[in-house]
Nanobody, 128 residues
């Protein structure tokens, strides 16, 4: 699966952005997709994930209530709506796709190593 992320930019604190991740290739084999982010000097961290056929979602505590992950139907694009942005949300955001199902999906969806394919990343900068 090829993933193309877009929608990043520079905004003021409190503003919104919507990221998109367009999937192509064997997208029908994807079970769930996620968004991760990496700030300068920090490790990549989980942001949100969604099971494509169910719409079940999972969020990092730091973004819950501010960010919303969603898909279109049929699924070709995954979105990350980011509201009430904070300077600490500044990072490169990556989308990723996973083909496997996990019984403990809530845990494994947060682990970057389970994802098979990654997009190129899109920069989000939030100034105070």
């Amino acid at each position: 699966v090829q993933l193309q992320a877009s929608g990043g930019g520079s905004v003021q604190a409190g503003e919104s952005l919507r990221l998109s991740c367009e999937a192509s290739g064997r997208a029908s084999t994807t079970y769930h997709m996620g968004w991760f982010r990496q700030a300068p000097g920090k490790e990549r961290e989980f942001v949100a994930a969604i099971i494509l056929t169910e719409g079940r979602t999972n969020y990092a505590d730091s973004v819950a209530g501010r960010f919303t992950i969603s898909t279109d139907n049929p699924v070709t694009t995954v979105y990350l709506q980011m509201d009430a942005l904070k300077p600490e949300d500044t990072a490169v955001y990556y989308c990723a796709a996973c083909r496997r199902r996990y019984a403990s999906w809530g845990y494994y969806s947060t682990r970057s190593h389970v994802y098979d394919d990654w997009g190129q990343g899109t920069q989000v900068t939030v100034s105070s």
